[in-house]
């Protein structure tokens, strides 16, 4: 069942896999492999939005065709967790918050 976000996150750090998903009326869909970001993906929209998520997703950040740059990980990881010293010193040294409002690179190494 490819409802669970948990189960998706877990996959994903498994490095992904081919599954056989369901229909809403139970029938079999053909086999779909699923990457590693993929799955953290569907973890994310099945309501997974902790921090964690998004250091697994920036470890896909480097990869080419990559959904999010290592400054957007680090930056929805200060806003979920503003005391996370290490993701403000990343985000520091990648040239600061691109949010509106929030620190730039000084603000964020200070």
């Known amino acids: 069942d490819g409802k669970y976000s948990r189960a998706w996150l877990k996959l994903g750090d ?3 896999g081919v ?13 779909e ?3 590693a970001t993929t799955c953290y993906e569907k973890g994310k ?14 470890n896909q950040a480097d990869q080419d065709g990559a959904k999010y740059s290592r400054r957007y ?7 979920i967790d503003p005391e996370d010293a290490v993701a403000w010193c990343n985000l520091g040294i990648l040239g600061g918050s691109e949010r ?7 603000e964020c190494l200070e």
């Open 100 to 106: 509106k409002g929030q620190p730039n690179k000084k």
């Open 45 to 58: 929209e099945l309501g997974s939005e902790d921090k964690n998520l998004w250091y697994k997703l920036l």
């Open 33 to 35: 492999t699923f990457d």
């Open 73 to 79: 990980c680090f930056d929805r990881i200060t806003e």
């Open 14 to 16: 498994l490095g992904g």
């Open 19 to 31: 599954l056989t998903l369901k229909t809403e009326e139970g029938a079999e869909k053909p086999k």
